[in-house]
């Protein structure tokens, strides 16, 4: 129960700050500004969009077989198309809730495929932080190539921020937290309780470990890098290849759209489903490539709408798409065993 409130809580003020910043990024925008916000998206070239799109499926075909390689070793290779909806279920159900991606895609490859959930979790864990690594670099090399334009940048930002309201609204978000955590931990569980769960926590701390080390006993070390790197090639292309829906923005390269995956990439988290935080920086990024901050804020809308879209008709058909093909390949299963 505690849990449950606390993930929803998670949520309502992930999703208010996102609605907080919609409303921040276009306060100041005039009729004919969002008039014009309007315009774009009935002249954006949507040929590139599905571009977008296509690189992003094939992120999500590359993701799926790198998460076989790593359930490989530790005794499971469960069928590609499943383990595929259940990626693509991830993203789905996390634009839902804060980490429900997460469960589901693990309890997906359990429920078809019988793969213990503490075991698909360990390596998806792993997966994070091979992906963390790699948004690492991609920081790395843009700090390297644009280093002038993002020092200006953040020098800029850091001009116009106010610290003694960020001061009081994190001390209010502190207080807040406190209050939150002193209730929900207010009912202590009893010791009987707790002797019970200890074995069965012990086991799934053992499943979750050796999910964990799997990538030691991988043996397509360098199909494993591949897909890596083709995951992250995808990522990139997406908004080099988005840029070009505007004639605007149709200049834009390859350091912006890297620009574009780093920092978009950790918008997409500060909130639910990145509402808000995604637009805005990307209007900045754009905005330090000298693009207008009207056509910037335009595209960064463009963009989350077009992924947004994705993310939910790709959710809804993987969820369709498991349910007939399992069933069909259960009915084909038990015809043969007649």
């Known amino acids: 129960m505690k849990k449950h409130i606390g993930n929803l809580l998670k949520f309502i003020i992930s999703l208010g700050i996102g609605v907080g910043l919609v409303f921040w990024s276009l306060k100041d925008v005039s009729t004919a500004q969002k008039q014009m916000i309007v315009d774009t998206f009935k002249k954006a070239d949507y040929f ?62 359990y429920k078809y495929e019988k793969v213990p959930v503490e075991k698909s979790i360990g390596t998806m864990v792993l997966e994070r932080v091979i992906d963390l690594f790699c948004i690492m670099i991609l920081g790395i090399l843009i700090l390297i190539f644009e280093y002038q334009r993002f020092y200006s940048f953040f020098a800029e930002i850091a001009a116009k921020i106010n610290f003694i309201k960020l001061g009081i609204v994190g001390g209010i978000a502190l207080i807040t937290g406190g209050i939150v955590l002193y209730f929900l931990n207010k009912k202590k569980a009893v010791h009987d309780e707790i002797v019970r769960e200890e074995h069965v926590i012990i086991a799934k701390l053992k499943g979750l470990w050796q999910g964990l080390i799997s990538i030691k006993d991988l043996e397509e070390k360098w199909e494993f890098i591949f897909h890596t790197f083709a995951i992250w090639i995808c990522y990139i292309l997406m908004p080099y290849f988005g840029f070009r829906c505007m004639e605007e923005t149709a200049h834009l390269g390859f350091t912006a759209a890297m620009a574009s995956v780093f920092f978009g990439g950790f918008a997409m988290v500060l909130t639910q489903g990145g509402v808000g935080a995604f637009q805005i ?55 043969a065993q007649q």
Request: some cysteine; overall charge positive.
């Open 281 to 335: 920086v990307i209007q900045k990024i754009l905005v330090s490539y000298g693009i207008g901050e009207i056509i910037a804020l335009s595209y960064g809308w463009i963009s989350w709408s077009v992924q947004t879209f994705f993310v939910i008709i790709g959710g809804i058909l993987s969820l369709i798409f498991l349910a007939i093909y399992n069933k069909s390949k259960k009915q084909t299963t038990e015809h």
């Open 48 to 109: 590139w969009l599905l571009l977008l799109m296509i690189f992003g499926l094939g992120s999500n075909f590359f993701r799926a077989q790198r998460w076989r390689l790593l359930l490989k070793p530790i005794g499971y290779s469960p069928n590609y198309w499943n383990t595929f909806s259940a990626v693509m279920a991830m993203f789905f159900f996390n634009l839902l809730f804060p980490r429900l991606g997460e469960i589901m895609r693990c309890t997906i490859l």
